[in-house]
């Protein structure tokens, strides 16, 4: 069973051994960082994010975008600009079991296969 910490980061590992050389994602931190964090979501940057993230919640998998940013912010930092226009949150949180984690790689997967 295990504690949210250790749900989030089993979660966390399982999801990115699934999608990890799925063509069209990449992720904002470095290869071989270590996933030991519990955190609550896995950051992706994907291309044309916004009909990705339709089609996997037309799947049933909902991953959220994370705030915009002001004309300022974009103008002033490519990174946060590129961040805001590409990277999606999965959710990897302790609710979601094994089978759950092995359901949204099959969407992910599915979707981004479609070019």
């Known amino acids: 069973m295990g504690g949210v910490k250790y749900r989030r980061n089993t979660n966390l590992k399982h999801l990115y051994d699934i999608i990890k050389d799925v063509e069209g994602i990449r992720f904002p931190f470095p290869e071989g960082t270590s996933l030991k964090n519990a955190y609550f979501m896995l ?55 094994y089978d759950d984690i092995e359901q949204m790689g099959h969407i992910i997967r599915s979707v981004m296969n479609r070019n």
């Open 43 to 97: 950051p992706v940057l994907i291309e044309k994010r916004d009909d990705r993230q339709r089609a996997f919640a037309e799947q049933g998998l909902y991953c959220q975008m994370l705030w915009p940013l002001s004309e300022e912010a974009r103008s002033c930092c490519k990174t946060a600009a590129k961040m805001e226009r590409e990277m999606l949150a999965i959710p990897i949180d302790q609710r979601y079991d």
